[in-house]
Each structure stands twice: as structure tokens, then as C-alpha cells.
Nanobody
């Protein structure tokens, strides 16, 4: 069974950077599409970025040019590098594992952008 553990959230000033990490336990990491989603208070969860098993990436328009997703299959880890953060990027960020095998969510990590 796949389990996900996110880390790297925190408080950052506008214009700052954070790197989120998500480590997956269990098998079949390399075949999964891994994604980062976020949910702000009172809003629906939305896709931020995802990366396929082959390394193809997909970004929401609101993060293009600022965020970068990457994966390290040897470490069962997916990363989200977030640069030039804005107050509207504040949310709980969730890691997602999606494959024929399972669709699994992490517990989320809080990102706060404030001066």
C-alpha cells in the first residue's frame, strides 16, 4: 500500500522560495503520475503541477514560470520548487500518487506567504 509524506511547508515572505518534498512508501512509484495540488480556505482543491512516469510535466497557468516539479525515482520522491511566492499561493499543498495501482493523497503541508 502506498503512503505519502509531505514536508517543506512553512512561512515565507512574498517573493521568497520554498521546496516541498513528498516521499512515497511502497512499490510502483516509478509508474505513477505524481502531482501537487493545493487547497486554500473556502476554495476547491486545484492542480498545481504533475509529472508523469516518463517525466512529462504539466503546470497550472498560475504557477508557470515560478514553480518546478521534479521526481527522483531512486528516492521515491517528488519535489515542488516554488519561487517568487505570492500571498495567493498560501494554501495546504497535497501530494498525489496516481496509477493503475492506486490513487493516494498525502496529509498536506501548509504554505503561508506573508510579510
Amino acid at each position: 500500500q502506498v503512503q505519502l509524506m509531505e514536508s517543506g511547508g512553512g512561512l515565507v515572505q512574498p517573493g521568497g522560495s520554498l521546496r516541498l518534498s513528498c516521499v512515497a512508501s511502497g512499490s510502483f512509484f516509478s509508474i505513477a503520475t505524481m502531482g501537487w495540488y493545493r487547497q486554500a480556505p473556502g476554495k476547491q482543491r486545484e492542480l498545481v503541477a504533475d509529472i508523469s512516469s516518463g517525466g512529462s510535466t504539466n503546470y497550472a497557468d498560475f504557477v508557470k514560470g515560478r514553480f518546478a516539479i521534479a521526481r527522483d525515482n531512486a528516492k521515491n520522491t517528488v519535489y515542488l520548487q516554488m519561487n517568487t511566492l505570492k500571498p495567493e499561493d498560501a494554501a495546504v499543498y497535497y501530494c498525489n500518487y496516481k496509477s493503475w495501482y492506486a490513487n493516494v493523497w498525502g496529509q498536506g503541508t501548509q504554505v503561508t506567504v506573508s510579510s
